[in-house]
């Protein structure tokens, strides 16, 4: 996965409606933690379960200690004995009530229950009051 600091613009996808990035993380780059709150939480994480965007592949979240490079396995995209890794193949698009685009990768719900993420607080409101962005999928 890409690294996009948050608030860029983001460009992963030549095309896609103006947005602002949220969440793009890597582990070589700082990221904000806190306690993110129950209601912003349990709506990402139910928005990850339906992305838009998809991918061909999963890019597995490398801030849980059993994520490894994954070995090519045919149809498994498991990683090798560790199939309780986080992984995430799209993204999540959400406008908030102002009209601000948010895009985010399908893993946000994971990086905030599991790692402490505390996205801004525009998202945070985005993501109480905002709806999918309309025509992305």
Do not use: K
Request: proline share 11%; with cysteine.
């Amino acid at each position: 996965m890409t690294y996009i600091p948050d608030l860029a613009p983001y460009d992963y996808h030549p095309g896609a409606p103006d947005a602002l990035a949220i969440g793009w993380l890597d582990s070589s780059m700082p990221f904000t933690t806190g306690a993110c709150p129950r209601d912003v939480r349990d709506r990402l994480v139910s928005l990850g379960a339906t992305p838009v965007r998809l991918m061909r592949g999963y890019h597995y979240c490398q801030f849980c200690p059993a994520a490894v490079e994954p070995r090519v396995t045919g149809v498994d995209t498991r990683l090798p004995g560790t199939s309780d890794v986080a992984r995430g193949n799209g993204e999540i698009w959400l406008t908030g009530v102002g009209g601000t685009n948010f895009s985010a990768p399908a893993l946000i719900g994971h990086y905030v229950e599991e790692h402490r993420y505390l996205p801004p607080d525009g998202f945070l409101e985005a993501v109480r009051t905002g709806v999918p962005t309309p025509g992305v999928a």
